[in-house]
């Protein structure tokens, strides 16, 4: 069953991103009081008595503009507009009347499949005495409100579900045996490495701001695709630079933002500019994903421009595994955003990072496995006594996480934690997910736990 799809319009700084946010209860979207902070399309999903819709918040939108990227963005827009079930122009009560609201209310008047006007900034009762000006436009009804204090909301949400086209009942299910999996995907790396040019090339389709100008996606965009039997949700960053460079305040939100992305997703994709090769930030970027413990593939971006009498995926691969160590488990993949060369391997290769990033082991083949390496390798001495181990076992997934019981934690060597990880690799073959090994005294206190 399709939700019904609620696109957010305006002049640039009316309000948008604050709505949107109100709608959807989140703080997705980032507002500032800058004019021209969303890009992107954004999507996000709302309730109101018991009906659930979707959110597409858009950037601002004005027939003139110096900002080079107004055309885009206006593109951006204008898909959103026949899209939607229902378009919402959003007027700034606070500063009345533009000249542009006309004309933007004549274009959806034409385009538009249904519509409805709200005038933001409208903070109580007493602030209404400026609609007047409003109701020289032409449109009725007209909605007061203040997305920021939530004035007027339930009286616009009422009217707005109101709208909703009837729900086609004969859309057909999906079967309960299909076991539909969604997986969170991030997409990161430094600035114009064509992180958004390959969720383009992914879904088919100009859903993104693609510009050579480096810092053009601010936002981080949830985009969800569904491919077989599995669901995925792409999730577009903006580039992250180094903190000495960074001195906007959006650039900083963006970035946050961007880090945030790596908490909730399953799988990182870490985007490079092969034609570049490995920079110093892609290793810090690569640093922030193994710290959040999530799974990770490479993808050598730009392929088609790479000379490859100079630089063969060999080379290229071994160049990344002596400067990204920490990371020695994560796939290697060359791509091209531009000609789409081997972007359709990226999801097999999701697939299998996310089956072993979600596999669950038994106790008794964990101990087996730890009987095994124990034989192989005996642990070291400590305070004049044998390391003893009794049991391991398995306490989480997403990414596997055992934990092991012995005498005495503090005595493990690093060397010793990494050939018992490798033991588990080996044993159940989990070469391409993250793997947390903590160490506890069979008393139970917890030592920090260790990621690897």
């Known amino acids: ?56 918040d858009t950037g601002g ?47 959806l008047r034409s385009q538009a499949r249904r519509l409805a006007v709200v005038v933001n900034k409208i903070d109580g009762p007493m602030k209404e005495i400026h609609l007047n000006e409003f109701y020289e436009l032409g449109f009725e009804p007209l909605f007061s409100l203040s997305a920021e204090h939530a004035y007027g909301i339930e009286d616009f949400l009422d009217h707005l579900v109101g709208l909703f086209p009837e729900i086609d009942s004969d859309t057909e299910p999906i079967q309960e045996d299909e076991q539909i999996s969604t997986i969170r995907l991030a997409i990161v790396g430094r600035p114009n490495v064509g992180k958004s040019s390959l969720i383009n090339r992914i879904i088919g389709e100009n859903r993104l701001l693609v510009s050579d100008v480096p810092g053009t996606t601010r936002d981080a965009i949830d985009i969800s695709f569904r491919k077989g039997k599995n669901e995925y949700v792409l999730i577009d960053t903006a580039g992250i630079r180094r903190k000495a460079k960074v001195d906007e305040k959006i ?28 920079t110093e930030q892609d290793v810090h970027i690569a ?9 990770c593939i490479f993808l050598w971006n730009k392929w088609d421009l790479v000379d490859k009498q100079v630089k063969t995926v060999r080379t290229m691969t071994e160049m990344l595994r002596d400067t990204a160590k920490f990371l020695q488990f994560a796939p290697v993949l060359t791509v091209s955003a531009q000609t789409g060369q081997r972007v359709s391997g990226i999801f097999p290769l999701v697939d299998t990072v996310f089956r072993q990033y979600g596999c669950r082991l038994t106790t008794a083949a964990v101990n087996r496995m730890l009987e095994k390496a124990l034989a192989r390798k005996e642990p070291s001495i400590f305070r004049g006594k044998r390391l ?13 996480s055992f934990v092991a019981f012995v005498n005495h934690p503090e005595g493990i060597h690093f060397s010793y934690e990494r050939y018992l990880i490798n033991q588990i690799r080996q044993e159940f073959g989990l070469d391409v997910t993250p793997i947390r090994l903590m160490f506890r005294e069979r008393s139970g206190r917890k030592l920090p736990s260790r990621a690897k």
């Open 1 to 56: 069953m399709m939700k019904p799809i609620v696109a957010l319009v305006g002049r640039p700084n009316v309000g948008k991103s604050t709505l949107f946010n109100r709608l959807t209860r989140t703080r997705n979207a980032l507002v500032d009081d800058r004019p021209g902070v969303t890009r992107d399309r954004h999507f996000g999903e709302a309730v109101w008595n018991d009906i659930p819709f979707t959110v597409v």
């Open 61 to 107: 939108f004005l027939a003139e503009d110096t900002d080079p990227f107004a055309p885009l963005i206006r593109t951006q827009v204008i898909q959103a507009v026949s899209e939607a079930d229902v378009v919402v122009l959003i007027l700034d009560g606070k500063y009345g009347v533009s000249p542009y609201d006309g004309d933007m209310l004549r274009l």
């Open 251 to 278: 650039e900083k939100l963006s970035i946050i933002k961007s880090l945030q992305s790596l908490e909730h997703c399953d799988i990182a994709l870490i985007v490079l500019d092969a034609a570049a090769g490995v």
């Open 287 to 295: 640093g922030y994903a193994a710290e959040r413990n999530c799974g």
């Open 388 to 400: 003893k181990f009794y049991y391991m076992t398995q306490v989480a997934t997403r990414p596997p």
